[in-house]
């Protein structure tokens, strides 16, 4: 299994940036995806899911109205964009897969992560 994370920089405050994770080593479209995130000296946070095929999303709170998820099976990725971007965004980006919405992530070994820094 790999996962790999792209797109995040430094953004200014209200910025936008469209992060993407390509998967390989499964069958992408059998599984929902989410991403998460983790800030410095914080706990990983799940901040989005999609499921498999239906397109159903869901979304923390703190990002809701601001991120949108999708994904490409065609493509095996599944893309965040992030929108009206806040510092406290600042964070590690990460995807995984997921069985079903709200279930824990299936891989134990994750990628890279991207680093998304948010700050004017």
């Known amino acids: 299994v790999q996962l790999v994370e792209s797109g995040g920089g430094l953004v200014q405050p209200g910025g936008s940036l469209r992060l993407s994770c390509a998967a390989s080593g499964f069958t992408f479209s059998d599984f929902g995806m989410s991403w998460y995130r983790r800030a410095p000296e914080k706990g990983r946070e799940w901040v989005a899911g999609i499921s498999s095929t239906t397109g159903l999303r869901t979304y923390a709170d703190s990002v809701k109205g601001r991120f949108t998820i999708s994904r490409d099976n065609t493509k095996n990725t599944v893309y965040l964009q992030m929108n009206s971007l806040k510092p406290e965004d600042t964070a590690v980006y990460y995807c995984?897969?997921?069985?079903?919405?709200?279930?824990?992530?299936?891989?134990?070994?994750w990628g890279q992560g991207t680093q998304v820094t948010v700050s004017s």
């Open positions: 995984n897969a997921v069985r079903r919405l709200g279930s824990p992530p299936v891989f134990g070994s």
